[in-house]
């Protein structure tokens, strides 16, 4: 059966659960699984040129409007000003409580469009067509959503969850390449947390962007499923949700000390390799082959910084540590992640002088 | 017993529940009541020269901690500029998941301040002390929050319960004597609605703002009971909540066509002698002469239209319409009230006309 006529459906259990499809040409399967018959699509220009036309065609066939409200690529459409904007045109062009919102692009379209649906006449319905691998096995399950403001990215947003998600991998061709690895470190990460067997296929030669789509969407699937399953116990991230974490203290200490110079993709896989060396420090499995491997894989622009007594201070000040204590997800064996929160000085400079001297 | 040591309390069975307190000088109950140490106090210049030494004092006293944060009263702070600015301010002051925000003051201050909680960080814990009349008896429950668009009044928001409200009925006594008569007016709705004992309090001699202590705590607590009951059973308005909608109708078309040159009190005034006549109209229970004589002790600014056919349109464009249809709260007898969808131009007018020749 063609994968555009039954895409692979995941329903992610919060309150009320919604489903996840996951397949290729979805455009149609969109319009006719959307409630509302009127629709904000907010998207990027770059994402808009290449799949805004299909997907206001399908609306149109299945008898609904779709109108679609374009911001500029990149972080620094997560701003108040961005968010005000889309929100003063919606109510202007008449849009109200049963309306939807549809959010066409990567993440930073998927965390704007999500808060302005959170926020737009106190909530309204969102969908997500997340256009990345990154925003496909990451932004598109767990309902974060939020702008930045200046003293920090995330400061402001909401927990609201989608009321679908589409994930069309016949999108994944119009990525770069770079943004493709990037988006593989999410990938690869919840294949140590939980599902060993996306380790292996991220080796196979299938796993690239122009891959065989069965491949592809199986592969998501069962990476979206990790996370879906824990966002399931823990929606508002209280407990086991911050598995999720794992190479992120380090990945958000050097996106901070280098003032987000370093991609997050970048950032996360030289924290899964660091979080490996800790805890092949405190004798557990050792996986920091495999980690250094990927790594390698990912290609990553090299370390904003080298000395760790430049970079301990933004360990020390990441907003999910409390109470002063540092936080760590880190594996006991594959799949087995524990929080860890007693590191030492010594315990983290002797990972980072592996981890610089790779 | 001193109701400033024993407050009443009372519970909104939201999901989590939440205590409502009223009493009088109540800053140490608060002080001991809010679960965090640190604390972010959002009140405007007014309030905050009557009332906010006493609360920081108190919160002194209790090992916390509590950083005001002033705006400019009047509903123009509720915008997007005041709101990134009070949530700039708090990052930049260290704030944190744990912290949380108290609203000191009205309306205004209550809604920005509790979209404020729920967006910082994705949502923090929030406690309200209402100063005027109105705030207490309505926006302290309800779990309404937002701001203003230039398109229209609170278009952006969320739905963000409190951790805890504090009604003081010290307060009333530095309240503009106007303000507080503003504030009866959905304190008297609320009798129409469902407890008519508050119908015949309204009008005694101690109903005023330098009133008994006791009378007053005890009308309120009765007032704000037939709001939580009502939301208690439909927090995010699908059903009965619409009760509440009582006067509402004309009120908000009075505002509309007069750009908000009448106040919201008035309007509401307005509203219920309307409604009271066009259940009169429709052969139920005779009310017309309750709701006029109330309204001539609110003493409003006389009505901004005349004509009609000024009004109409304001009125077919009410956000709550559904389907293009105006759905109206009328009162079968006092303490029923049931929804109608299918008012003619002729009764309107009729009942207009009405209202226009008292």
């Known amino acids: 059966m063609a994968l555009e006529k039954d895409?692979?459906?995941l329903n992610v259990q919060v309150n009320p659960p919604y489903p996840i499809y996951i397949g290729k040409d979805l455009a149609t399967t969109v319009a006719n699984t959307v409630k509302s018959s009127k629709l904000a699509i907010i998207t990027d220009s770059r994402v808009k040129a290449l799949h805004l036309e299909a997907l206001t065609k399908a609306l149109k066939v299945a008898g609904k409007s779709g109108q679609a409200y374009e911001i500029t690529p990149g972080?620094?459409?997560?701003?108040?000003?961005?968010?005000?904007?889309?929100l003063s045109h919606m109510a202007h062009d008449?849009?109200?409580?049963?309306?939807?919102?549809?959010?066409?692009?990567?993440?930073?379209?998927?965390?704007?469009?999500?808060?302005t649906a959170a926020s737009f006449m106190r909530g309204i319905d969102f969908y997500q067509?997340?256009?990345?691998?990154?925003?496909?096995?990451?932004?598109?399950?767990?309902?974060?959503?939020g702008i930045n403001l200046p003293e920090g990215k995330n400061l402001v947003g909401a927990f609201w969850q989608p009321k679908g998600v589409f994930i069309d991998v016949a999108y994944l061709k119009t990525l770069p390449d770079s943004e493709f690895r990037q988006g593989a470190v999410e990938l690869f990460k919840h294949g140590l947390i939980k599902d060993t067997s996306i380790l292996e296929d991220v080796k196979k030669t299938e796993f690239h962007k122009d891959g065989e789509p069965e491949f592809l969407a199986d592969l998501i699937a069962r990476s979206v499923k990790v996370k879906a399953d824990?966002?399931?116990?823990?929606?508002?991230e209280q407990g086991i949700r911050a598995y999720l974490n794992l190479g992120h203290n380090l990945a958000h200490a050097l996106e901070a000390a280098?003032?987000?110079q370093i991609s997050h993709g970048d950032a996360v896989a030289y924290g899964l390799a660091f979080d490996a060396r800790l805890g092949l420090q405190r004798g557990w499995q050792d996986i920091s082959q495999e980690t250094l491997e990927f790594l390698r894989w990912v290609n990553p622009k090299k370390l904003p910084v080298t000395e760790f007594a430049e970079l301990e201070p933004f360990l020390k000040r990441d907003k999910k540590n409390k109470d002063g204590k540092m936080k760590f997800v880190l594996l006991k064996h594959l799949a087995e992640p524990c929080i860890v929160d007693d590191l030492s000085h010594d315990e983290l400079l002797e990972a980072w002088d592996f981890l610089v001297n790779q």
Chains 1, 2 share one sequence.
Do not use: C, N, Y
């Not at 972080?75 to 889309?86: A, G, M, P």
């Not at 008449?94 to 066409?104: T, V, Y």
């Not at 990154?134 to 399950?141: E, I």
């Not at 824990?230 to 508002?236: F, G, L, N, P």
């Open 7 to 9: 895409p692979r459906q």
């Open 94 to 115: 008449g849009f109200d409580r049963g309306s939807a919102i549809i959010a066409l692009g990567g993440g930073v379209v998927g965390d704007l469009a999500g808060f």
């Open 258 to 260: 280098s003032d987000h």
């Open 129 to 145: 067509l997340p256009s990345s691998l990154l925003a496909m096995v990451d932004a598109s399950v767990g309902g974060k959503t």
């Open 75 to 86: 972080e620094d459409s997560k701003s108040f000003e961005t968010l005000s904007q889309v």
């Open 230 to 236: 824990i966002i399931a116990e823990d929606e508002k």
